[in-house]
């Protein structure tokens, strides 16, 4: 039984699961894909066990190689966002969602979120910026579809209209909205979101199903872990 020293000294740690061949000094962000989940940031595990499935290739069809697992310190609780997760809601989806409300509800991306609204909708300047000031004031949205240019949705805030509509974005359109959330969890001093890990794949038979997305993965001190 492992003692409560070792334990808190354990929760220190954090995981990430690899089975790229070669000795890793530094892990790196998705900076090219399009989901926001694994753009923002490198994912870790407060479990090794999850970490350990990655390494030995839980999502590929061929693995040729032995993969590792690498350790780091996590960040204080201080220094991670807690990202809100409703019952029976995919973390990856839910995470999509922190980072656009997080990034449209702030007053200083009014022409991201019109810019993202006429790229998915086919919507007019107009109908985009009418859009953004009724959820700025929690008003909800008219369901004249011919006057507002797509289905119907009494949504009321950024969250729940995202939630709503879905995350999706275009290429550049994803990567502005990438680096404006970063810069804004940078200003308020975080290094990372910590969420639950919904996959049962990944977390079957594991302690936990905490896991991290670190914003600056590069910057951190890795080691294998045994």
């Known amino acids: 039984m492992i003692s409560f020293k070792n334990f808190l000294n354990e929760s220190q740690w954090m ?42 290739g839980i999502h590929k069809s061929y693995v040729d190689n032995k993969g590792a697992v690498y350790k780091t310190k996590r960040p204080s609780r201080s220094e991670l966002e807690t990202v809100p997760q409703k019952k029976g809601h ?7 969602s922190h980072v656009l409300s997080s990034v449209f509800s702030h007053p200083d991306n009014k022409d991201l979120f019109i810019k993202w609204h006429r790229n998915k909708f086919a919507s007019s300047q107009e109908q985009a910026s009418n859009v953004h000031e009724k ?24 969250r729940s209209y995202v939630d709503h509509h879905g995350a999706y974005s275009s290429k550049d359109i994803h990567k502005e909205i990438v680096n404006k959330f970063i810069d804004h969890m940078k200003s308020k001093g975080k290094k990372g979101l910590v969420y639950r890990n919904t996959n049962p794949t990944e977390t079957e ?10 914003f600056e993965p590069e910057k951190l001190k890795v080691e294998k872990h045994d």
Do not use: W
Not at 19 to 48: C, M, V
């Open 135 to 158: 959820l700025s004031n929690k008003q909800n949205i008219p369901v004249n579809k011919k006057e507002y240019g797509y289905d119907k949705s009494n949504k009321n805030t950024f």
């Open 15 to 56: 995981y990430h699961g690899t089975t790229y061949p070669k000795e890793l000094t530094h892990i790196q962000r998705n900076e090219k894909g399009l989901k926001f989940d694994t753009s923002i940031g490198a994912h870790f595990s407060a479990d090794p066990e999850v970490a350990n499935k990655f390494s030995k």
């Open 90 to 96: 995919d973390d990856q989806d839910s995470v999509a």
């Open 205 to 214: 038979e594991v302690d936990s199903r905490k896991s991290y997305i670190i």
